[in-house]
């Protein structure tokens, strides 16, 4: 598998751990000029934005601590765009990061929720 089709992956894996929780995914690979989001989901009175990180191991640090300050901001726009787009400016919304971390054959998944807070 080529780097997209492992990040498709994890991505994947993470929306599936997320609509048993509950989450309702309402868009995927969300772009705009300023950028990406992985994931958008609506949970409870939240719409959620959601960066997946995917990683095969801990050589290179957990796979939340890739989320930089400038990709949060480009996330924060982006978000913006989605808000502006579809008129929610009423809506409550958060930002979360979900890890997935390959162990072999099985992986682990962690969500964090409301990971941009302080940005």
């Known amino acids: ?10 991505q994947q894996m993470a929306e599936f751990f997320l609509q048993r929780k509950g989450y309702r995914i309402l868009a ?12 958008i989901a609506l949970h409870d009175a ?3 934005f959601i960066e997946v990180k995917y990683r095969r191991g801990l050589a290179h640090g957990h796979p939340s601590e890739s989320v930089t ?5 480009r996330i924060i726009k982006t978000a913006l765009h989605y808000i502006s787009e579809h008129e929610l400016s009423n809506q409550d919304f958060r930002f979360d990061v979900v890890e997935v971390l390959s162990h072999g054959t099985e992986a682990e998944i962690n969500h964090i929720k409301n990971a941009f807070d302080g940005v």
């Open 46 to 48: 939240y719409i959620v």
């Open 69 to 73: 300050s400038t990709k949060k901001q």
């Open 28 to 39: 995927q690979n969300y772009r705009t000029t300023y950028g990406e989001i992985d994931l």
């Open 1 to 10: 598998m080529n780097k997209y089709q492992v990040g498709m992956r994890g």
